[in-house]
């Protein structure tokens, strides 16, 4: 009957232990996730206009768009005009030295994507963009 206990408990410590390599990925994963950073999208798509010159540039961490019938979005909601300096500093809290990505659409008025990119400069941003597409037409 010794015999018998003895050869149980030597097949259970033959086991490999899981735990510990399930603490190094749970680690892991929870670093991932707190040093990610997330894209914040306008909320709608625009036709953007075609340009030779136009260059990728590094990610924009504000998208403001404006649309052809005069809609501006900003963090997937409609804002007006007046309030796009009061939406682009809440959203610099998190990142002071982030950019603004203007995404215009083609047929927008001219005069409403100036006051927009204005708003945001006005806002405290040095790095305002145009947003277009490579390409002529």
Request: glycine residues 6%; hydrophobic residues 45%.
């Amino acid at each position: 009957m010794r015999m018998r206990r003895h050869s149980l408990q030597q097949e259970e410590e033959t086991g490999i232990d899981l735990t510990p390599m399930l603490d190094v990925v749970f680690i892991m994963l929870i670093f991932f996730i707190v040093t990610s950073t997330f894209m914040r999208e306008a909320g709608v798509e625009v036709q953007r206009p075609q340009a030779d010159t136009a260059s990728a540039q590094d990610a924009g961490n504000i998208f403001i768009a404006v649309t052809a019938d005069g809609q501006i979005w900003i963090d997937k909601q409609a804002v007006d005009a007046r309030s796009v300096r009061a939406h682009v500093e809440r959203l610099r809290v998190d990142q002071p030295d982030g950019a603004v990505v203007v995404q215009a659409d083609e047929d927008a008025r001219t005069g409403l994507v100036v006051q927009v990119m204005d708003q945001a400069r006005l806002a405290g941003v040095r790095d305002v963009a145009l947003a277009a597409t490579a390409g002529g037409r």
